[in-house]
């Protein structure tokens, strides 16, 4: 029996919401999902929960239309699972229990836009390299859907709070005094104007916050941004990748975090935390660099 059929009020959303959702591995089986880890057998590796548990969870999950399937082997069947609409609808729940256990029990409280070297979070980020970014794609400034990995290319993904354009008026009064939360605009003005260095490295450079579309539209054309700004205001790759999160005036944003991405999707390289932003365009290229130098080549060039 579900914690909803049992509880008092019926019409209460959040009842019924536990009823679908209210089990630790209900959540962290969409967790990681939305991930990419869409096979039984993979699940039932990375979760370590009993074959019986997670089968019978998998199962509610479809019953609820939270997650679909989908064939993938005829003989014998096996089917992969993936989320639906509500199900994607779920990301930004599972970010805020991230961010409040970051602030609450892993932090000291208080609202930080950077984590602190070596700390539980710097080190969640720091593990993504390895990690496949999954299918999905992203809203761009200019209202397209955009795939937030260059295919066949180096993606450079750096990811920001917020910046805006003056008129627009939307930092929260106390946005200077949160650590880490300034600077977004001279980051992206630095990335503009040494684009060039990534275009000679075969790397597409892709500036991700979660502000809506329109926002980052009066933002690039303020300061002649010309290479995209994609928009992750639905929380989708910031859930699936478990990205460092803050909220400020009622809204989730982006840490300061820059991922080096491969053609094959790959997470190949995480600068984070990044103190200096300006100076994360330097640390980008240099990782670029030492990414696709050939073998040998750093040892033949000191010699």
């Not at 064939?71 to 930004?92: D, E, Q, V």
């Not at 009064?173 to 275009?199: K, N, Q, V």
């Not at 005036?249 to 990044?274: M, N, Q, S």
């Amino acid at each position: 029996m579900r914690y909803s059929d049992l509880a008092a009020d019926s019409d209460c959303s959040i009842a019924q919401a536990l009823g679908v959702v209210g089990d630790a591995w209900t959540l962290l089986i969409v967790r990681d999902i939305a991930g990419g880890v869409d096979r039984f057998a993979a699940l039932h590796e990375r979760l370590g929960i009993s074959r019986k548990v997670l089968s019978a969870r998998l199962n509610l999950l479809v019953e609820d239309q939270v997650l679909e399937k989908r064939l993938y082997n005829a003989h014998p069947p096996r089917f992969s699972y993936h989320l639906t609409p509500a199900g994607w609808g779920l990301l930004p729940v599972l970010v805020a229990l991230q961010d409040w256990g970051s602030r609450h029990l892993l932090g000291d409280g208080s609202v930080s836009a950077t984590s602190e070297p070596g700390g539980p979070e710097a080190r969640r980020a720091l593990a993504l390299v390895g990690t496949r970014v999954p299918q999905l794609t992203l809203t761009s400034a200019v209202g397209v859907p955009t795939d937030p990995c260059s295919p066949a290319t180096w993606t450079v993904l750096y990811c920001f709070p917020g910046a805006f354009a003056p008129a627009a008026q939307a930092y929260s009064p106390d946005w200077g005094a949160i650590p880490g939360a300034r600077g977004c605009t001279l980051e992206s003005c630095t990335y503009r104007d040494r684009l060039g260095e990534f275009t000679e490295r075969n790397t597409v450079v892709y500036g991700v916050s979660t502000q809506s579309p329109d926002q980052l539209a009066g933002f690039a054309a303020h300061e002649r941004i010309t290479f995209p700004l994609l928009s992750d205001q639905d929380l989708r790759l910031t859930g699936a990748l478990r990205l460092p999160t803050f909220r400020a005036a009622g809204v989730d944003r982006l840490k300061r975090l820059t991922l080096v991405i491969d053609g094959g999707r790959t997470v190949r390289g995480v600068l984070y935390p990044l103190p200096d932003p300006a100076g994360s365009v330097e640390d980008a290229l240099a990782l670029l660099d030492s990414l696709t130098r050939p073998p040998g080549a750093e040892s033949q060039s000191s010699v």
